[in-house]
T-cell receptor
Framework: GEDVEQSLFLSVREGDSSVINCTYTDSSSTYLYWYKQEPGAGLQLLTYIFSNMDMKQDQRLTVLLNKKDKHLSLRIADTQTGDSAIYFCAESAASGGSYIPTFGRGTSLIVHP | EPEVTQTPSHQVTQMGQEVILRCVPISNHLYFYWYRQILGQKVEFLVSFYNNEISEKSEIFDDQFSVERPDGSNFTLKIRSTKLEDSAMYFC????????????FGPGTRLTVT
């Protein structure tokens, strides 16, 4: 079955860039996502990339996709303390019209002053 | 901004008891989902629901589980006879249509089975 792996923790200094990495196994993945979960809140879709794209930029966020290596990364520029959260990588493939995501375990991003 | 809500935020129950986890999806959404995350493990899909019936379910969603939309606003997950291994965070999600990547998640209910 599909699998998504990501490291569990990342600690960065405020103002630095954060890079969260993810690998996946499903070669038929159509969408790849990054979700953010703040304490006490649900998973919030942060950004996504379609599988035929290499890169997507949205303000401080840059998503890079290496489809050959099945590697996805999320770069947060000028990381702030408010970025401290758990970041989930996920992928989905179209299956009968649904896109049920397969999630990783989440990377806890800790931003310290 | 509309959001998905879940109650209770934390439920403690004894093994063998029935629990009902409640969700209020976003009001104009038509597709509803339950996921769970056992502590330290991945978020796992349980079931999707549309038009008053299950549209997709995972292997985890066995006969112990059921879902219902009892009225126009609530979406519930029932576990008939809880086991210790049902202890997890349960997330509800909703989307406006099925073929969409954009599911909106609730904050979760932490279920502890003792």
């Amino acid at each position: 079955g599909e699998d998504v792996e990501q490291s569990l923790f990342l600690s960065v200094r405020e103002g630095d860039s954060s890079v969260i990495n993810c690998t996946y196994t499903d070669s038929s993945s159509t969408y790849l996502y990054w979700y953010k979960q703040e304490p006490g809140a649900g998973l919030q879709l942060l950004t996504y990339i379609f599988s035929n794209m290499d890169m997507k930029q949205d303000q401080r966020l840059t998503v890079l996709l290496n489809k050959k290596d099945k590697h996805l990364s999320l770069r947060i520029a000028d990381t702030q303390t408010g970025d401290s959260a758990i970041y989930f990588c996920a992928e989905s493939a179209a299956s009968g019209g649904s896109y049920i995501p397969t999630f990783g375990r989440g990377t806890s991003l800790i931003v310290h002053p | 901004e509309p959001e998905v809500t879940q109650t209770p935020s934390h439920q403690v129950t004894q093994m063998g008891q029935e629990v009902i986890l409640r969700c209020v999806p976003i009001s104009n959404h038509l597709y509803f989902y339950w996921y769970r995350q056992i502590l330290g493990q991945k978020v796992e899909f349980l079931v999707s629901f549309y038009n008053n019936e299950i549209s997709e379910k995972s292997e985890i969603f066995d006969d112990q589980f059921s879902v219902e939309r009892p009225d126009g606003s609530n979406f519930t997950l029932k576990i008939r006879s809880t086991k210790l291994e049902d202890s997890a965070m349960y997330f509800c999600a909703s989307s406006s249509r099925a073929g969409t990547y954009e599911q909106y998640f609730g904050p979760g209910t932490r279920l502890t089975v003792t």
